[in-house]
């Protein structure tokens, strides 16, 4: 039981380049979360899903998509990166009855 | 509107000694409250929760945290620090708003040092 994983572990990008997240949980959770991670501003929530095929936008959306096609996997991508995308990205996987349990995480710097 | 409020960036404690990271918060109806630690270069690992019961809650690693609902607060302790416990602490709030979906409000974070 590997929890939730995520890959890569570190990225680096030039402005303008595309990318994808991929966290995965074997869990069989419904709910998935993507936050970033900011100094001094804590995580912040940039899309959930509820299940698969879902998705809804959190706190901070603007610039990045998602996509749920399966109930383990939920994709984070960057379309056109910029300098204020640099962060450390947190994928996390919840059921109603628990609590969330998070990924390890993903450095993304944007030159 | 709902948010989490951790007053210190930073607290410094003597291994051995009790410690407190202070976390209050804002939100409609009842809170559900949760404190979450992170280790360099790791994820959010859950540490305790409170939905509803008891005031006092016991977490993991010999943590807990008091409920006080009227100084809406929820102030994380250990009675004898260890340096091992120096990492990032979060407290949370789950989102009274979300319709069910556990949106989490965090906090900035501590950050706890321990000193031998």
């Known amino acids: 039981n590997a929890g939730v994983t995520q890959t890569p572990k570190f990225r680096v990008l030039k402005t303008g380049q595309s990318m994808t997240l991929l966290c995965a949980q074997d869990m069989n959770h419904e709910y998935m979360y993507w936050y970033r991670q900011d100094p001094g501003m804590g995580l912040r929530l940039i899309h959930y899903?509820?299940?698969?095929?879902?998705?809804a936008k959190g706190e901070v959306p603007d610039g990045y998509n998602v996509s749920r096609l399966k109930k383990q996997n939920f994709l984070l991508g960057l379309e056109s990166a910029a300098p204020s995308q640099t962060s450390v990205y947190f994928c996390?996987?919840?059921?109603?009855?628990?609590?969330?349990?998070f990924g390890p995480g993903t450095r993304l710097l944007v030159l | 509107a709902q948010s989490v409020a951790q007053p210190e960036d930073q607290v410094n404690v003597a291994e051995g000694n009790p410690l407190t990271v202070k976390c209050t918060y804002s939100?409609?109806?009842?809170?559900?409250l949760f404190w979450y630690v992170q280790y360099p270069n790791r994820g959010l690992q859950f540490l305790l929760k409170?939905?509803?019961?008891?005031?006092l809650v016991k977490g993991s690693y010999g943590f807990e945290a008091e409920f006080n609902k009227s100084q809406t607060s929820f102030h994380l302790k250990k009675p004898s620090a260890l340096v091992s416990d120096s990492a990032l602490y979060f407290c949370?709030?789950?989102?009274?708003?979300?319709?069910?979906?556990?949106?989490?409000?965090f906090g900035a974070g501590t950050r706890l040092a321990v000193h031998p």
């Open positions: 409170y939905i509803t019961g008891d005031n």
């Open positions: 899903s509820v299940g698969e095929g879902t998705t």
């Open positions: 949370a709030v789950r989102d009274t708003f979300s319709g069910g979906y556990n949106k989490l409000i």
């Open positions: 996390a996987s919840f059921t109603p009855q628990e609590t969330q349990y």
């Open positions: 939100v409609s109806g009842n809170p559900y």
